[in-house]
């Protein structure tokens, strides 16, 4: 019985294979490194179990297109691809296995405090508290923190040198965004009949 290689040997350029069958066996490893994580997989991470001359990007778009069908997808987040439920399919989800949201126990105003983190970030409570005109608890900092979708800034550089706050990496997966550059901007708020008058 034959060992599997370690994967420091693993034969990325598969040049044994034809052409069409190396294509599908790279797809495959990517499908297998995307299935088998929690989080977004960059590009350099996926780009070392293929081939050197093979285009990530195109390996995923090819994937992609081989799941259409499927109730999955691959989802560009926060810098990397992962597998996501179809959003059709979330309610069933959330039913069959008594999953709550992490988004669903938020209230509107926590929502607009993440919103005011995420568009002024690193920003301190009093910052926030300059925003909306009254103070920010601790609790919904908490809040926020508690479900990973805020975490610690720098200090800020003033007197008693304050925490600030910013997004984490799990706000852009909830969220689905690739990175803060794809907020909405002022006008699509408008647009959207969420833009502060």
Known sequence: ???????????????????????REWMRRIEAVLFASASPVGRDDLARVVGQGASVDLLVEDLSVELEERSFEIAQVAGGWMFRTRAAY????????????????????DVAVLAAVAYQQPITRDGLKDIFGKEISRDLIGRLHAHNLIGTGPRAPRRGAPYTFVTTEQFLVAFGLESLRDLPDQEQLDDAGLGVA
């Open 90 to 109: 979330a309610s069933a989800i959330r039913l069959a296995a008594d999953i709550d949201d992490q988004l669903t126990d938020l209230n509107a105003f």
């Open 1 to 23: 019985m034959a060992k599997d290689r370690p994967a420091s040997e693993l034969d990325r350029e598969l040049a044994d294979l034809p052409p069409e069958l190396r294509w």
